[in-house]
């Protein structure tokens, strides 16, 4: 299919072709009439894509500063290699549009197949066509409603919000400043509420269209009539409410501004993105309070809301995001007012990179460009499976053909870099969710193809290895399905998230022809493999000692997911299994009982049970324990490690420096990188596919996740057996 995607590293725009989007269990697929370009928003995106490395890094210092503090604890190198990957990738542009509805997940009971829905949100409503959109960002079209009218919903909901912040009654007067695409459709939706609005902007161009679209009024901001005529209107008093919605990122002046075109107690509501500068005795005289409007309103940024389906009741929250969707729609459809009028060109989907130059100024139009339209062509056939990559190598004969299922960030960072760099391996197939990934993996690395169905992959005979690196609820059911086809597995940890999945793993593991290897990469680090060395000739237990500095994941976050006991399993049963299998490499020897205590920070926004110490007994009589903590600097490297026995020491620091103690010297090593053993886990699973022989005994992964379970009932209150039914 046709979608319009930046490449990131570079800036360039283009129509790629790439697979459609898998079905979700909470969202629906949508064949796509009618997208929107959003001028405001595809310019930011598109700008800060065409800037410099440097220039990314000032935009966005939250993720400069993740890059500086992982460059300072794992290395330089490394670091470089993981961002240029990553860097690389194509961002989807687009965020609203109207389609209809050619499938509908397991939980979703209010679409059907057949609707004409209306989609909402970046990364779901693209410009493509087809689009999977969670439930919650889609809304029915009304029959009243054209597609035209529909496409400009995420607009709608964005304004209405902003209205709904101001909180402003029937006959109020309220000031919208910034006349792009949300401020337009503002004053549309406030003359519709029965509010008196002016428009202000910079463009005089606009200042008509501003009047033919509901505004009582236009002006520039430097027009001495604007504050003229609101006197006259409000009696000297100013505006009840400001709407700011304009985009204003290197300077905050227009704070001081609208502050005089303020009454006492207005309300200064911000939509756009604009910078926070503003003088405190020009609002504090009149006690003016500033809002801000989040997007399209309650449930944005929210994951459980807006991926999972979850709703707020209607009783507690009115005007949810998927509410205000609607709202806009139905006052469309009640022929309040009509934002195709505000549309001034259309393109098909095709001659996108055109449509935006028109929004970038690349392209000069005498006419003013407000809504610009994408149309698809519905009757054509949309191929599941795009064209081969242009780039294609050679298959050489001593190569493992690998498949790769799910190509997230670390995958692409880390864990596929590691395996092609090993020699050892050719990428064949590539499968991801949202398809785009796959084919830019794909073209990446020369494989034969990228799709969004991962049976194309299972099911590929030249296809020997397969690389499982989905959400954490997917594995063990993928890892069965590759087993059973007699391929080699390497699935990401965990293994499985229950003791129902594990038997079934384990089941499909010894009736099956190919191995099962886990990424426990730390028990292939040079500096673990020397650390175990050291005490390869012990006479006595040994006392291991691992201290993670792991770090917040806040439950309402992009990666909060993995807190989630049926998608994520909790960061112990997700991440915990890493150290259980170092001192199973160290020790040789196999976990037997657990205890464990969490410090729980009783904060609704963090989790209760990812700051946790936990010890593990052996049965050769050793003991480790995991301090694993998340309540760190994050910028303070993650991971150190002690072991004691025989009258020996080795201390491992974040795989950066190893003291090796023994008849009272210590043996030093120290690296400028970290290495935490990706590349040799990769060689070692070459191995196993070319041997039959797994690069880890089958007893020692079940053992490993085994007795995370354990850990975790432990936390719970129940038996720390490692026989417990976990199920």
């Known amino acids: 299919m046709k979608i319009v995607v930046q490449n990131f590293k570079t800036g360039v725009l283009s129509v790629s072709d790439a697979p459609p989007p898998s079905l979700s269990s909470n969202g629906v697929l949508v064949r796509v009439h009618t997208s929107l370009i959003s001028a405001g928003t595809d310019r930011a995106i598109i700008g800060l894509g065409r800037k410099s490395y440097l220039g990314k890094a000032l935009d966005r210092p939250d993720l400069a500063r993740k890059v500086i503090d992982r460059a300072r604890t794992e290395g330089l190198w490394p670091t470089y290699k993981v961002v240029k990957n990553l860097i690389a990738e194509p961002i989807p542009l687009g965020y609203s549009l109207v389609g209809t509805v050619i499938a509908i997940g397991r939980n979703v009971n209010d679409i059907a197949i057949g609707d004409r829905v209306a989609g909402a949100g970046l990364g779901h409503a693209n410009h493509a066509e087809v689009v999977s959109v969670p439930r919650n960002l889609a809304a029915r079209v009304p029959k009243a409603v054209s597609d035209d009218q529909a496409a400009y919903v995420t607009l709608g909901a964005i304004a209405m919000h902003g209205i709904r912040q101001a909180d402003q009654q029937i006959g109020a007067i309220v000031v919208v400043v910034g006349l792009g695409l949300v401020g337009l459709v503002t004053l549309q939706i406030a003359a519709a509420a029965g509010l008196r609005a002016i428009g202000v902007d910079i463009d005089r161009q606009k200042l008509e269209l501003a009047r033919a679209n509901g505004a009582t009024d236009a002006f520039l901001m430097s027009d001495p009539a604007l504050k003229a005529t609101l006197g006259e209107m409000t009696s000297g008093r100013g505006a009840d409410a400001i709407l700011l919605t304009a985009g204003s990122r290197k300077s905050g002046a227009v704070f001081e501004e609208v502050a005089e075109l303020c009454r006492d107690r207005a309300r200064v509501v911000v939509v756009g993105d604009v910078k926070m500068d503003l003088s405190r005795r020009s609002y504090f005289e009149k006690e003016i309070e500033i809002l801000q409007s989040r997007s399209y309103g309650p449930g944005r940024y929210d994951p459980e809301y807006e991926l999972e389906g979850k709703d707020y009741p209607i009783g507690y929250v009115r005007w949810t995001e998927r509410r205000n969707l609607e709202s806009y729609l139905q006052l469309v459809a009640d022929g309040r007012f009509d934002p195709a009028k505000l549309t001034t060109h259309r393109f098909p989907i095709e001659k996108a990179v055109e449509a935006y130059s028109l929004v970038t100024g690349e392209a000069k139009d005498e006419g003013l460009s407000v809504g610009i339209l994408l149309d698809y062509d519905r009757t054509s056939t949309v191929d599941e499976t795009p064209p081969a990559p242009a780039v294609k190598r050679a298959v050489k004969a001593d190569r493992i053909g690998l498949g790769l ?30 398809g785009l990934s796959a084919i830019s993996v794909a073209e990446r690395y020369g494989s034969d193809y990228g799709v969004s169905d991962s049976d194309k992959v299972l099911d590929d005979d030249n296809i020997t290895a397969v690389l499982i690196t989905t959400r954490h609820d997917s594995h063990a059911r993928y890892a069965v399905a590759a087993l059973e086809r007699g391929k080699h597995v390497f699935v990401e940890k965990p293994l499985a998230l229950t003791a129902g999945d594990l038997a079934a793993v384990e089941a499909a ?8 290897t886990i990424g426990f990469n730390r028990r292939f680090s040079p500096m673990v493999t020397q ?13 291991m000692l691992y201290r993670v500095n792991a770090g917040r994941v806040p439950l309402k976050s992009e990666m909060g997911w993995v807190h989630d006991p049926a998608t994520g399993g909790g960061r112990i049963i997700g991440e915990g299994c890493h150290f259980i299998d170092t001192f199973q490499a160290i020790s040789g020897a196999s976990p037997v009982e657990v205890s464990a205590v969490a410090a729980n920070p009783r904060r609704a926004t963090l989790s209760g049970d990812d700051t946790v110490s936990f010890t593990i007994g052996f049965d050769d009589g050793s003991i480790g324990t995991v301090h694993y903590w998340a309540n760190g600097d994050p910028s303070y ?23 090796l103690v023994a008849g009272g010297k210590t043996k030093r090593t120290k690296s400028l990188s970290s290495d935490k053993g990706y590349n040799a886990e990769a060689r070692a699973f070459a191995e196993a596919c070319r041997t039959g ?30 026989d417990t039914d976990n199920g």
């Open 405 to 434: 299922i799910g190509a997230g960030q670390f995958a692409k960072g880390i864990l596929l870099p590691a395996m092609m760099e090993s020699g050892a391996f050719t990428l064949r197939g590539v499968s991801s969710a949202r």
């Open 509 to 516: 593991c010894r009736n099956s022809a190919g191995t099962l």
């Open 531 to 543: 650390a175990a060395a050291h005490f390869a000739d012990r006479r006595e237990p040994l006392s």
């Open 637 to 659: 490297p993650k991971e150190y490690m002690e072991i004691f026995g025989g009258e020996r020491v080795a201390i491992l620091n974040n795989f950066r420096q190893l003291d």
């Open 693 to 722: 022989v797994p690069s880890i005994a089958l007893e020692s992964l079940l053992a490993t996740t085994r007795a995370t379970f354990a850990v975790k009932d432990v936390l719970r209150g129940l038996s720390s057996s490692m």
